[in-house]
């Protein structure tokens, strides 16, 4: 019996000690940076991102109106973003240059202007 | 067995006389059971007429369609049949005047002399109502038909706004390709590129891969389709894959410019970049060859 609670001791201050690890981590790494954008039909607001050769960033999406596509091939991220629902996407930017995205679900006429350019400088 | 772009050829043959653009590829197609049970013939692909469409680059946008008709009408032999690879008609958020444009448009095509004609969607008939237009006037989305020892799959990769051939197809096009020998002439009709095109411009199916993965043990396929709006021809492996000219309005070259606006009409030259093309089926030669035509004539 004593050598069960003393393995549950044991077992417990471990957890702790994972947990106090893991909060070290969180508060050493910075925070990612949030980038909201509504889609609706058919912009993008914003439609520009200026972002920094790998400083990740989090993409959060929500659509004004119907199902929307959000789709930047160069850096193999997309999202399919429902109404009614926020959507979010890692994005590490891995090169520098202009590139685009654009809406990939045909929403409507007017859909294949619907798209932007993201910019990443080093 | 191999399949090669004979690019000499293709080079020879373009910009001759009346023929804006002509190209001829090599696919090998046929085996000797198919050679002997198939005759040669030779079925001509039209691409995107978008009729609804209203703006400058193309300020015959009612009239273009009608010369191509004209155009085919004209062939001296006519070919065993006719495709239309999709975007019939442009897109509208109106059902009621989608129904229109598809309506308009059919009426137009049925001046074809050749009445075999097979068609299939773009995403801009479809896309929007799940393709539920475009069969009230032209049938089933997907299909597949014979003709003289060539296997034909219209593959749909526009009925859902994905861009998505999905799942079910897939299981459809794998127990066809069950059926199938693997040395089978296949050709396959379909409107977005299979591959990754230019997926920056929209030009991909989002599972077009794993209909590849299909195709790929048929060593005798080739592929047909429009959306891109010029020629273009491209090899995943054995599989050839062949992009026609529109006839609404020509596309930049893929990423040839920032965004794909269509090309400016140029008066100087009207209807470049616009036509459609012929397909030969040379099968006991194993042989495709493709000519391309503007729209005003051959």
């Not at chain 2, 079925?43 to 009612?62: C, I, M, T, Y």
């Not at chain 2, 032999?77 to 005047?97: A, M, N, R, S």
């Not at chain 2, 590129?193 to 060593?219: C, E, N, S, V």
């Not at chain 2, 959306?227 to 492996?237: C, D, F, L, S, Y």
């Amino acid at each position: 019996m004593r050598t069960e609670r003393r393995k549950l001791l044991v077992g417990l201050s471990s957890l702790v000690g994972l947990a106090a690890i893991g909060a070290v981590g969180a508060a050493t790494q910075p925070k990612e940076k949030v980038i909201k954008i509504l889609a609706r039909k058919f912009t993008y607001s914003p439609n520009h991102l200026d972002l920094k050769l790998g400083v990740p960033v989090i993409l959060e999406f929500t659509t004004a109106d119907v199902l929307m596509g959000f789709n930047a091939p160069d850096f193999q991220v997309r999202a399919d973003i429902m109404p009614g629902k926020v959507e979010q996407v890692r994005l590490v930017p891995d090169k520098v240059g202009n590139f685009s995205f654009l809406c990939d679900i045909f929403c409507g006429s007017g859909r294949e202007s619907m798209n932007g350019t993201i910019t990443v400088s080093a | 067995m191999s399949q090669s772009i004979d690019r000499r050829e293709f080079l020879k043959l373009a910009g001759l006389g009346g023929i804006v653009f002509a190209s001829t590829l090599r696919s090998r197609i046929a085996n000797a059971a198919d050679a002997q049970a198939a005759d040669d013939f030779y079925f001509v692909q039209l691409s995107d007429p978008h009729w609804g469409f209203q703006g400058p680059p193309n300020p015959d946008a009612k009239g273009t369609l009608k010369k191509a008709i004209a155009a085919v009408n004209g062939l001296s032999d006519q070919p065993d049949f006719i495709v239309f690879t999709g975007d019939l008609t442009h897109t509208t958020d109106d059902p009621k005047e989608r129904r229109q444009r598809l309506a308009q448009f059919r009426e137009i095509a049925s001046e074809l002399k050749v009445k075999d004609v097979r068609f299939m969607p773009g995403e801009h008939d479809a896309s929007l109502d799940h393709g539920e237009a475009f069969q009230e006037f032209f049938g089933p989305t997907h299909y597949t038909f014979d003709h003289k020892g060539v296997h034909f799959i219209a593959l749909d990769n526009v009925s859902d706004p994905r861009a998505l051939i999905g799942d079910e197809q897939l299981q459809w096009l794998s127990a066809d390709l069950a059926k199938q020998r693997p040395d089978a002439n296949i050709v396959v009709l379909t409107h977005r590129p299979l591959f990754d095109l230019y997926p920056q411009w929209d030009w991909a199916t989002r599972d077009g891969a794993k209909a590849i993965d299909l195709l790929m043990p048929h060593r005798n396929v080739t592929v047909f389709y429009g959306h891109i709006h010029q020629e273009h021809h491209k090899m995943t492996g054995h599989i050839a894959h062949h992009a026609a000219m529109g006839l609404m309005f020509p596309l930049p070259a893929p990423g040839s410019q920032p965004k794909r606006d269509p090309l400016p009409w140029d008066p100087e030259h009207p209807y470049r970049g616009l036509g459609f093309r012929d397909v030969d089926a040379e099968v006991k030669t194993s042989e495709f060859k493709l000519t391309e035509f503007p729209v005003k004539g051959a």
